[in-house]
């Protein structure tokens, strides 16, 4: 499984030219333009760095950070603030919100690069753990998680079913609709994602990541 950054910042130069040179890496980056949004994408993908701009409209770095830190979903994410604003006091701010580097624009992407490799080293295995790992049970319509066993009803069943049976691809919600419900049904455009919401409640937040406007995977 890679690794997926969280990249926020008001300036849309800086997102494009960033994600282009990250996405070269293998990674796999995700984009907000402000604080508030870099929030709700965050809870969504579930990022493992999120590098974020100090100076923000809406929500600014600080106070993004700090979000961050509350959230029982993402307080263990690496957070690195890209900030021109470079003075011992601001650098402070920021350590003191929570943050877990610091580096100054303007951005080199070389020194990025080298930089963003150096602090993915120091995240643990983001290999699943052994007793947090799903097993599917198709005979029984039954998921094992460690030494507990979750009875699903049958279409949140086929949809896990689906999404597990290849990890870290992404299924659109076209091929979903098309599989699990088949294409001579009509379901509600929303269907899928209270299957997803009720799926997260049983089987966990960190498993099934959304990809914003175009699907699901499992990870």
């Not at 300036?11 to 990250?22: G, P, S, T």
Request: proline share 4%; with cysteine; hydrophobic share 40%.
């Amino acid at each position: 499984m890679g690794y997926r950054i969280l990249l926020i910042d008001d300036e849309a130069d800086i997102l494009e030219f960033v994600k282009y040179n990250l996405s070269r890496d293998g990674y796999e980056v995700f984009t907000a333009a402000n604080g508030a949004e870099g929030l709700q994408v965050a809870l969504e993908v579930k990022p493992h760095l999120i590098l974020l701009d100090m100076m923000m409209p809406v929500l600014d770095g600080i106070e993004t950070c700090k979000a961050i830190r509350r959230s029982p979903v993402l307080k263990n994410v690496m957070v690195v603030y890209l900030s021109a604003v470079g003075t011992e006091e601001t650098q402070l701010q920021g350590y003191d919100a929570g943050a877990d580097d610091y580096i100054n624009k303007p951005i080199k992407m070389n020194i990025l690069r080298s930089r963003v490799q150096a602090i993915l080293k120091r995240i643990p295995s983001i290999e699943e753990p052994a007793n947090d790992k799903l097993e599917i049970d198709v005979e029984h319509y039954l998921v094992k998680k460690g030494d507990e066993t979750i009875i699903l009803p049958r279409k949140e069943f086929s949809l896990l079913q689906l999404l597990h049976s290849e990890p870290g691809k992404l299924f659109t919600r076209e091929e979903i609709y098309a599989k699990v419900w088949g294409s001579n049904v009509i379901v509600g455009d929303r269907t899928i994602d209270v299957h997803i919401r009720k799926l997260r409640q049983k089987i966990g937040e960190e498993h099934i990541v959304t990809i914003k406007g175009v699907g699901y995977k499992y990870e």
